[in-house]
């Protein structure tokens, strides 16, 4: 910790705990603790430093007025602020260690505004609750891939993700109505109708919008300000006003009513898979369209990892969680009437024959969990416990389905190494990519990565592989790459310009760099300054970045 940090946490101690009470201010070195886990990202130049950068007190306001107050005071004694909400994944953590923390639990009320399909909420509303409470009006909400648990106001204003459910609800930079942020200079600002005193249902007013630049396609996490309120859209459901569930833990499903239906096509290659995804969209007879790879499935079917691995062992894997299965979409339609489900039931089955696919047959019990699964994304946890602190994500590509047949065998030529050769990754399939829907126009797709320990050499070469699929999509451009967020912008996204831009914006809206958060300081760091000299010597000495990154985390 900096020689001032504590010195001026203690200057500011006194006027945070008359703000909040002294319930709700806290420097113990316990609850300290537990706001520094880290997964992945942020300083992650060794093991030791992942778990070293805490925040030097953390606050729990209640209010709008108290998260200004904070900010107020660490503008007076020269700390940084980072603001969270359910605390999902590193981008909850702080980067310094003069950094006030600011937990926004205790700021969870909602409203749900039925006639006008939207609901006002603050950010510790989850998408378990706003979800169980829409579906009782017929309205439900986008679930990114962070599952049940994440704070919908975080994912729309600060935070990229995206859902199974986006190719009929949409996608959440689109689905932010009215908002209000804290700025860095401590004002409150409220933009839209709420800004004039005439609701939540309106994001923007004349001139140029500040949407697409606050949230854009990855979102600040904090680093511009702490969102407090949002107005948030919400859609049409047609299905049951309360899900039945089924099943003892962890393998909970959701009965299917006459109205709902599940459908798993597979296809001989990537092609007809591609084409059936238009002609899917095209007709907007599936609700709820994904593909997991065959790993995924069998994760999200099996209780625990030794079960998951015996079955691997013995070759005793259900047919929709096979290799030889992998080209494939996993749909579920749910409709007004049985009528308009059978409607939608002829269409698929039409297109997945004259694409040259075929039904796979699915073991009721197996039906019922992927389809919970499916509605509330709560298969994210489930495959992420083979290696929790390990998993990353990478070539995180949102453009048009025609890249599909492309990106995935490409990446399954760059991982073949690492789970070969170097035994940096795990076992399994050739490939992990996850693939959504979006608005019936674009794909999102994401490739997970599993180390196959949580020794440095392993986080080391995992970390390695992300940088060259990122140097990959540097080079043959596919659209909006996924992970323009934080320390990465200084090392890569110059495509688009988009680094200038998030400099320009940060100058602009947080000049004294008071707000801690995954956006680029107003500085370009050293190496983000020669990454472009580094980027081309790594591609003539592939192996001085793998040796590079294992001083790093074995040090």
Known sequence: MPVNSMSQYTAAKGELREILGDRYVSDDPAIIASYSWVTANGNIMSTKQLYDTRPVAVTLPSTTEEVQAI???CRRHGLMFQASSTGHSSFATVHYNNVIGIDLRRMNHMEIDADNQMAIIEPYVTCQTLQAEAMRVGLTTHIVGAGWTHSPLASATSVWGIGISGNHTGTNQRNLLGWELVTPEGEIVRVGSCGSG?????????GPGLRGMLRGSAGALSGLGVFTRIGYKLHPWNGPPELEHKGPHPQIGVGLTDTMRFYHPVWKNWEGVTKAAYDLLKSSAST????????????????????????????LLPPIAREENNHSWTLLTVSETPAEAQWRERVIHSIVDSTGGRMLDVDSEHVEVMSRNILTSCYIPRVYRLSPRTTLSSYGVYESFSHIPEIIPKTKKMMAPYKGKYKALEKGSEEEF????????????????????DTGKSLADGLAFLLETIDDNQENPRGVEAFAVGPSVDLYHRNHNADQWMYKVKKTFDPEDMADGYYPNTKRTLVGAMWPLFTKIFKIFPLLRRLILRIGFVK
Request: charged fraction near 25%; aromatic fraction near 12%; include cysteine.
């Open 434 to 453: 996850w693939i959504w829907s979006n608005e019936g126009r674009q794909v999102w797709a994401e490739n997970i990565i599993a180390c196959d320990s």
């Open 71 to 73: 900010v107020k005071v």
């Open 288 to 315: 709820f369209i994904v593909r997991m790879p065959p790993d995924s499935i069998a994760l999200t079917l099996t209780r625990t990892n030794q079960e998951f691995i015996e079955m691997v062992e013995a070759d």
């Open 198 to 206: 005439d609701g939540w249902f309106a994001g923007e007013g004349p």
